[in-house]
T-cell receptor, first 113, second 109 residues
Framework: EPEVTQTPSHQVTQMGQEVILRCVPI?????FYWYRQILGQKVEFLVS????????KSEIFDDQFSVERPDGSNFTLKIRSTKLEDSAMYFC???????????FGPGTRLTVT | EDQVTQSPEALRLQEGESSSLNCSYT??????LFWYRQDPGKGPEFLFT???AGEEKEKERLKATLTKKESFLHITAPKPEDSATYLC??????????FGAGTTVTVRA
């Protein structure tokens, strides 16, 4: 069964460093998303991406964040200068069309020290 | 802003003891209510989508129902492997899912 994959599973970085989180969405899906979940809190929407453009973003997704689809399979989230409060699980998701269910990857645990 | 409230926060069940989880929502125009299962340290796993009041979906021991203001996830004769956090989410446009805080279900053998 096709699934969303994410790498790395765990990333430790120092405050102020740049990180890139990688995702491979399900192959026939056209819509891609990033969410995050701070330990013990709700899953929060960050951004959605379609046709090489951001289609919606939340207030969390400020200028420190960017997304890219560098090739036909990968979808990345970059945090330019990490802060302690960026520590969270980051989930990538994809859907075949906008109004269909979203399938989530296993997540990348980001720890900022 | 979309509001999703799940209750109870935690539920401890004996194996075989059926129960229901509640998800109440406030959204300007519902374009789907979703149930996910999340195991510790893992990503949400899709269970059901409901689009309109009166709709019901079933999968093994799980059944989801929808009214105009809330959704229920019924767990019938649960087994220990049904232990997980169950998340409810709503969508009011084409993109963003707004999640509730979840109900953590523990099923004892």
């Amino acid at each position: 069964e096709p699934e969303v994959t994410q790498t790395p599973s765990h990333q430790v970085t120092q405050m102020g460093q740049e990180v890139i989180l990688r995702c491979v969405p399900i192959s026939n899906h056209l819509y891609f998303y990033w969410y995050r979940q701070i330990l013990g809190q709700k899953v929060e929407f960050l951004v959605s991406f379609y046709n090489n453009e951001i289609s919606e973003k939340s207030e969390i997704f400020d200028d420190q964040f960017s997304v890219e689809r560098p090739d036909g399979s990968n979808f990345t989230l970059k945090i330019r200068s990490t802060k302690l409060e960026d520590s969270a699980m980051y989930f990538c998701a994809s859907s075949v069309l906008a109004n269909y269910e979203q399938y989530f990857g296993p997540g990348t645990r980001l720890t900022v020290t | 802003e979309d509001q999703v409230t799940q209750s109870p926060e935690a539920l401890r069940l004996q194996e075989g003891e059926s129960s229901s989880l509640n998800c109440s929502y406030t959204v300007s125009g519902l374009r789907g209510l979703f149930w996910y299962r999340q195991d510790p340290g893992k990503g949400p796993e899709f269970l059901f989508t409901l689009y309109s009041a009166g709709e019901e979906k079933e999968k093994e021991r799980l059944k989801a129902t929808l009214t105009k203001k809330e959704s229920f996830l019924h767990i019938t004769a649960p087994k220990p492997e049904d232990s997980a956090t169950y998340l409810c989410a709503v969508r009011d446009n084409d993109y963003k899912l707004s999640f509730g805080a979840g109900t953590t279900v523990t099923v004892r053998a």
